[in-house]
């Protein structure tokens, strides 16, 4: 059974920095590569919006405007984890980060071409 573990998060101040891990069970070494990996997050009362995302050979990643140049996408298909370096964090990013996989080449910021999710994990921007 395939599933995906986000951890990292927890309360920052603005401009501090998180690193956001997806860990995923289930899958083979052989094919953890095969997924396409996005990340994507919801804050309250908002729509889930999607993040960045990176293709099976890690070289081709989509982030969305809001965090280019803040946050750095990356992959380690021999640990199966990726990993969502988030540098210069500001209150707009406060919500639940969520890692998705589908079973492609192509990474996509739409949340519903994703085959499986994790549960989330909670990253909160505050003095």
């Known amino acids: 059974q395939v599933q995906l573990v986000e951890s990292g998060g927890g309360l920052v101040q603005p401009g501090g920095s998180l690193r956001l891990s997806c860990g995923a069970s289930?899958?083979?070494?052989?094919?953890?590569?095969?997924?396409?990996i996005g990340w994507f997050r919801q804050a309250p009362g908002k729509e889930r919006e999607g993040v960045s995302c990176?293709?099976?050979?890690?070289?081709?990643?989509y982030a969305t405007n809001s965090v280019k140049g803040r946050f750095t996408i990356s992959r380690d298909n021999a640990k199966n984890t990726v990993y969502l370096q988030m540098n210069s964090l500001k209150p707009e990013d406060a919500a639940v980060y969520y890692c998705?996989?589908?079973?492609?080449?192509?990474?996509?910021?739409?949340?519903?071409?994703?085959?499986?999710w994790g549960q989330g994990t909670q990253v909160t921007v505050s003095l």
């Open positions: 990176i293709n099976r050979s890690g070289n081709n990643i």
């Open positions: 289930g899958f083979t070494l052989a094919n953890y590569g095969n997924y396409a």
């Open positions: 998705a996989a589908r079973s492609s080449n192509y990474c996509t910021l739409s949340a519903s071409l994703y085959d499986y």
